[in-house]
């Protein structure tokens, strides 16, 4: 389920710059319309595309990446029908396997995707097949794209090498999704920052509403440490509607946590200038 009831948030006290990006966002069908994927480990509540207009209509935000989510498998159709909605507000990134090859992949750079998802979350069905990543890493190499990697903390280590040796950009979720109650001392969290200060890589400071608490602001030094280890490689979004989260969110207080994550330079290219770079808007 997801933790959002979809309900107006209040607006937030902090006004984002004109052209903020929302780096990280979902679709969820509606499933009537854009089915769940049989093999699912989780059925959110449908969150259309109007419900994340609405959201970003009244945060400020006005450019926005929808990632694909598990749930939807490897049928890119809702993200790509929300992208068709407004092609100069959107981009996506997409979920793709073997069967993907380049023709599949250019109808999908023709609708506005710029990267793939791999998710090596456990509870989310553990790291993907090694030779099946490498082999779509390689096709999407020419198109220019990036992966984002959805990776838990425990993993970070293990996983640095491979990360630290990719030919293509590489996205890190959610701060590596590094426990806020651990620390920014962590081991987890140190191996994060070593690989935030390769040139190819990427940390997206969101989730600050999956590695702490409410009111969150215990993720605000991880944010911090990410931004001064990273700044142009650094993106920021809301994950809205927050799948698999047992705690409610109201954007507008990740919204106003922004300004306590850097200085206002820091902050243009975290919401527009690394964005803009990274997909093309």
Request: glycine share 8%.
């Amino acid at each position: 389920m997801s933790a959002h009831s979809l309900q107006p948030s209040r607006r937030p006290r902090t006004k984002l710059p004109l052209g903020a990006c929302d780096a990280h966002c979902h679709v969820f069908g509606p499933a009537a319309v854009f089915p769940y994927a049989p093999d699912r480990r989780y059925t959110p509540e449908d969150a259309p595309k109007e419900a994340l207009i609405a959201l970003h209509d009244r945060l400020g935000i006005t450019r926005a990446v929808i990632v694909q989510a598990s749930c939807h498998g490897t049928d890119n159709d809702a993200m790509l029908d929300c992208i068709a909605s407004d092609p100069a507000r959107f981009r996506g990134v997409a979920i793709v396997d073997d069967e993907f090859d380049e023709a599949k992949l250019r109808k999908l750079h023709a609708g506005g995707v710029r990267g793939v998802r791999f998710n090596f979350v456990k509870h989310l069905g553990g790291a993907p097949d090694m030779a099946v990543f490498e082999r779509v890493i390689a096709r999407i190499k020419p198109f220019g794209w990036h992966v984002v990697l959805h990776v838990d903390a425990p993993d970070i280590l293990a996983l640095s090498p491979m990360i630290a040796a990719l030919p293509v950009t590489a996205v890190i979720d959610h701060m590596g999704r590094c426990p806020a109650e651990n620390g920014v001392g962590q081991a987890a969290f140190q191996s994060l920052l070593g690989l935030a200060r390769l040139p190819h890589v990427w940390v997206k400071v969101s989730g600050a509403e999956r590695i702490a608490v409410p009111p969150f602001t215990a993720a605000i030094p991880f944010a911090r440490a990410l931004m001064a280890a990273a700044p142009d490689r650094v993106l920021w979004g809301t994950d809205f509607p927050h799948p698999n989260l047992k705690h409610p969110v109201d954007e507008a207080d990740l919204v106003d946590m922004l300004p306590e994550y850097g200085d206002a330079e820091g902050l243009l290219k975290l919401l527009i200038d690394n964005p803009t770079r990274l997909y093309g808007f």
